[in-house]
């Protein structure tokens, strides 16, 4: 049983378009991210929530929206999408109340052509 | 950006030595310091966690941490090739999420 997932696994798209990743957890967890990994497998957080409220948007652009319509889902909606999107999208979730032990989902590897 | 400071390696040992991975950290103010694996491809997976100065053993697996000197150490004894992989360094900041460092590439070699 899945604790954390997100689909797709691949992701090929052409600039320009609109796409998303969705993501679930059945860990009963109330945080949950988004990271990027870029080609040099740097991990970087983009969004955390907390019980469906955005707690950390990290300087990314507004063409990433995240919605989280209960603490178990959170989205990813990128619009227009441009050649340095390319990267690997994780999905994570946390216990919260400052319990930051991350669980990862497997990762959408997200590829802008 | 609070930063997260690892040797991106790759760190070479041999099969049956014990590798020592290192990592610094900026924020003085961090409390909880993390380590992950990554395989190839793969997602990073939680293998050990650390929160008081000292070290933490959990079976092959010791972490070590220094708060004064802002330095977080992972000790991997009787290293398998099963264990090569990337092994990410992370501290919790601002109690919401976790800033990780660029990672460790481990070889260990039969």
């Known amino acids: 049983d899945t604790a954390v997932s997100q689909t797709p696994k691949y992701l090929v798209t052409q600039m320009g378009n609109d796409k998303s990743i969705k993501c679930e957890q059945n860990l009963g967890h109330d945080t949950m991210y988004w990271y990027k990994q870029d080609s040099k497998k740097f991990l970087k957080i983009m969004f955390s929530y907390n019980n469906k409220e955005l707690i950390i948007n990290e300087t990314v652009p507004n063409r990433f929206s995240p919605k989280s319509p209960d603490k178990a889902h959170l989205n990813l909606h990128i619009n227009s999408l441009e050649l340095g999107d390319s990267a690997v999208y994780f999905c994570?979730?946390?216990?919260?109340?400052?319990?930051?032990?991350?669980?990862f989902g497997q990762g959408t590897r997200l590829t802008v052509v | 950006q609070k930063e997260v400071e690892q040797n991106s390696g790759p760190l070479s040992v041999p099969e049956g030595a014990i590798a020592s991975l290192n990592c610094t950290y900026s924020?003085?103010?961090?409390?909880?310091f993390f380590w992950y694996r990554q395989y190839s491809g793969k997602s990073p997976e939680l293998i050990m966690f650390?929160?008081?100065?000292g070290d933490k053993e959990d079976g092959r697996f010791t972490a070590q941490l220094n708060k004064a000197s802002q330095y977080v150490s992972l000790l991997i004894r009787d290293s398998q090739p099963s264990d090569s992989a990337t092994y990410l360094c992370?501290?919790?900041?601002?109690?919401?999420?976790?800033?990780f460092g660029k990672g460790t590439s481990l070889l260990v070699t039969p």
């Open positions: 994570a979730s946390s216990q919260g109340g400052g319990e930051l032990r991350a669980f």
């Open positions: 924020d003085r103010g961090s409390q909880s």
């Open positions: 650390i929160y008081s100065n």
């Open positions: 992370a501290f919790a900041r601002s109690g919401y999420a976790l800033n």
